[in-house]
Every structure is written in C-alpha cells, then in structure tokens.
C-alpha cells in the first residue's frame, strides 16, 4: 500500500483471469519483471444477458519461481498493488500508458 502526501491511497486489488501466458523478463537490478493481462469482469446485464469485461496490463516484480508454472492462459489470480501512469516516446510520438504495478507476494492463485 502507498500513501501519498495529503493522506492520499493508492491501492487496486483485482481479480480475473489471465488473458495469455505471461512474459518474463530480468531485472536490471536482479530479479524478474512478469507482464501480463488480466481480464476482469466489470458488470453483468440480466437484461442483455452480456458481460462487460476489461482487461487490465498488470507489471510484477520479483515473482516467485514457483509460481510461474501456475500462471498459464485462462488461470484466475487475485492481484493486490498500485495504479501507475506512465509517459514515454515511441516513434516520434507520446505514448500514455496506465498498470497496475504489484511487488512478489501481490500475486494470489484462486
């Protein structure tokens, strides 16, 4: 959990299922980075019998080895970290981006 100046928080916990296999990459400063999507549900219309769903990038650092066997297409995980906007250039233009961000332990198997 982040707090911020003034007492402001920043926190997202989320649950859904994965939407591909996750990519790993290491570290610059050891460890692991895993990138994935999850796919969450954001409402469901009785009426319309559809589902609105979202997918959500997700970055976590330092996943455990262990882990990473269980984390296939389709497994539902719970994810407990922070939203984090981001601002880079990519062939001459701006590029905005917006994760969620989680630290080894904010993965869950569910």
Same mark, same amino acid.
């Given at each position: 959990?982040?707090?911020?100046?003034?007492? *402001?928080?920043?926190i997202c916990i989320l649950a859904g299922r994965l939407? +591909?296999?996750p990519k790993i990459f290491p570290a610059k400063e050891g460890?692991?980075?895993l990138k994935m999507k999850l796919i969450t549900r954001l409402y469901w219309s009785v009426k319309d019998k559809e589902e609105k769903v *979202?997918?959500?990038?997700?970055t976590v650092f330092n996943?455990?080895? +262990?882990?990473?066997?269980y984390l296939k297409k389709g497994k539902r995980i719970g994810v407990v970290g922070v939203v984090r906007s981001s601002r880079f250039e990519?062939?001459?233009?701006?590029?905005?981006?917006?994760?969620?961000?989680?630290?080894?332990?904010?993965?869950?198997?569910?």
């Open positions: 959990m982040i707090f911020l100046r003034g007492g *402001a928080m920043n939407a +591909a296999d460890g692991n980075v *979202a997918g959500v990038p997700v996943v455990s080895d +262990a882990l990473l066997p990519r062939n001459d233009a701006v590029v905005y981006s917006t994760d969620v961000v989680a630290n080894k332990g904010g993965i869950k198997l569910m």
